[in-house]
């Protein structure tokens, strides 16, 4: 299998949908595979908040050579998002006007932001046709963003418990994670380590809102009895831990958190509904029955103004994490659909 990590440098600048330009845009993106001589069998991968171009590394299961989107047929890009902190530029990158990275002064990104960089890459990739457009949770954002603005792009669509639009919901549980980071005083300094404990909170509010009740009894229930330092708290301290080690700093999370509120395709587009179902792709459809942030009353209002849509609910106790753990359902899904 042919695997490559790369660095693409459009050097020119670049404007954001709510106001200033960057300097100069990096990305980061990995592919697998190779391309056919009429370039027929791209699949591009959308990644979710905190993940990276590495496809293989955080959806595991989806993409070996017995799955029906593999690297012995398809040609699989995967690009890091605008804001993040895996490669592509965001607040901890460079600024090139004054020599030093740009941490809080990195300006406001939204999802329309993040799939004019994914299209910088396309061009520059040489890619005009895309066979497969595939994304779950915020990934699936950027999946729906583009397929409305450009609808001939793609020939078929995949999206894991997803939107077209972000939800009340879900601006709210955003909100409240950044009250979080807020109160931590140093969220907003220059210095890659701001807002850390800020950060832990916010993820472990994250994690509650992407695991359930059910799971958490199965996982983090203590077998003896206890007064304190239970296993459930004991976990949600090491999750929030685990991602400042993985290089979140506060206002990088806060940020990317206004791009989620961000998303609405129907913005500007003559309303949602209407956007909705001027969307001819097929598209393959796919709720988890357990999730508290994408619930299933969503998804199946969702798939009711989809006018080409093959809509599926998966059985699941993982909640929102479902659309990472349950390839083996979702690869079944992916195959009677292509």
Same mark, same amino acid.
């Given at each position: ?14 404007? $954001? ?7 100069? $845009?990096? =990305? ?65 990158? =460079? ?36 066979? =497969? ?23 078929? $669509? ?114 949602? =509904? ?18 508290? $942030? ?45």
């Amino acid at each position: 299998m042919s695997q490559t990590a790369s660095l693409y440098l459009y050097d020119k600048p670049f404007e $954001l949908e709510r106001g200033g330009t960057l300097p100069q $845009l990096e =990305i980061a993106y990995h592919t697998y595979g190779e391309m056919n001589a009429d370039k027929s069998n791209v699949v591009w991968v959308f990644h979710a908040l905190t993940a990276s171009s590495d496809a293989l590394d955080w959806w595991p299961g989806l993409f070996d050579p017995d799955c029906a989107i593999n690297p012995d047929k398809h040609f699989i890009v995967c690009a890091n998002i605008l804001g993040s902190t895996y490669g592509t530029t965001g607040p901890h990158s =460079i600024n090139p006007k004054t020599g030093k990275p740009y941490f809080s002064d990195f300006p406001m990104i939204t999802i329309r932001d993040m799939v004019k960089a994914h299209q910088v890459l396309r061009d520059y990739l040489g890619i005009e046709k895309i066979a =497969i457009g595939i994304g779950g949770s915020m990934g699936g954002f950027q999946t729906f963003e583009w397929a409305v603005e450009e609808p001939d792009t793609f020939d078929k $669509l995949i999206l894991v418990a997803s939107a077209p639009k972000e939800s009340p919901w879900r601006i709210g549980t955003h909100a409240t994670q950044r009250l979080a980071i807020e109160a931590d005083a140093t969220w907003k300094d220059h210095s890659v380590n701001a807002g850390a404990k800020g950060v832990a909170a916010s993820r472990a509010i994250g994690i509650l809102s992407y695991r359930n009740h059910r799971i958490f009894e199965q996982t983090q229930s203590d077998t003896e009895e206890k007064v304190d330092d239970f296993k459930a708290e004991s976990y949600i301290r090491y999750q929030g831990d685990k991602l400042v080690n993985r290089g979140f700093s506060g206002y990088m999370l806060w940020n990317l958190s206004k791009a989620l509120d961000s998303h609405d395709v129907g913005r500007g587009r003559g309303g949602l =509904i209407e956007t909705l179902e001027r969307l001819k792709t097929p598209i393959l459809q796919i709720g988890i029955s357990s999730d508290l $942030l994408f619930a299933i009353e969503e998804q199946r209002t969702i798939s009711d103004h989809l006018i080409n849509v093959s809509y599926h609910e998966i059985h699941s106790k993982f909640g929102h994490d479902g659309f990472l753990t349950e390839t083996k359902k979702i690869n079944q899904l992916i195959s009677e659909f292509i």
